[in-house]
């Protein structure tokens, strides 16, 4: 098995996409990734592969747009004038270096005013004049790194926590209902509904 230079996916030498670069041959597991290597490297971004606190493979890139609808994002964003800002999520976030990343690839796009993504959390603070950028391109831009921006609630950690809150109130009404039930026991004995039941066992 290779390793993806990239995403450091482990895959078989018969998917492999090769890529030439500084003398070196890369290697990756998709052309996804070569596309995303080559991209980092080109906007002078290398460093990202240097500073990242991970090496366990992470996600698998999908880049099928089928179905991409980036109007449901009209109602997040905010006018004053021709500035936009959407408060968003970006999903993929692994370690500082990916916040990094995503904010040099988005500050170094044209019309960009600020893009600031808390680490603690993934939200991410996005201004731009729209009169110089589209939406569509900064959410291409994001894409083609390998992350994706999401409304807060489609996010993957807003659907993690919608579980964890579901599986928590299934526990507390359980806990809640076994409980109950002991309290009426305890009720019941206190105030000597049992006194004087006595056994139907005999003796010899």
Known sequence: MQKCDHCL????????????????????????????????NDEGLADFYLNREWDEQGAFIQWENEGLDLYVFDESIATEGDIFELK???EGIRCASCVWLNEKILSK???????????????ILLRWDSTIVSFATLFMRVRSIG???KLYSESEHFLALKREKGDLLIRLGTAFFLSSQLMIYSIALYAGYFHGMQSSLQYN
């Open 88 to 90: 968003a999520f970006v």
């Open 109 to 123: 796009t044209p019309g960009v005013i600020e893009a600031r993504i808390n680490y603690a959390n993934n939200r």
């Open 147 to 149: 992350y994706e921006i």
């Open 9 to 40: 996916r482990s895959f078989s030498p018969d998917e492999a996409q090769y890529l030439e670069y500084k003398g070196e041959t890369r290697q990756f597991c998709c052309s996804g990734c070569r596309g995303v290597f080559a991209l980092i």
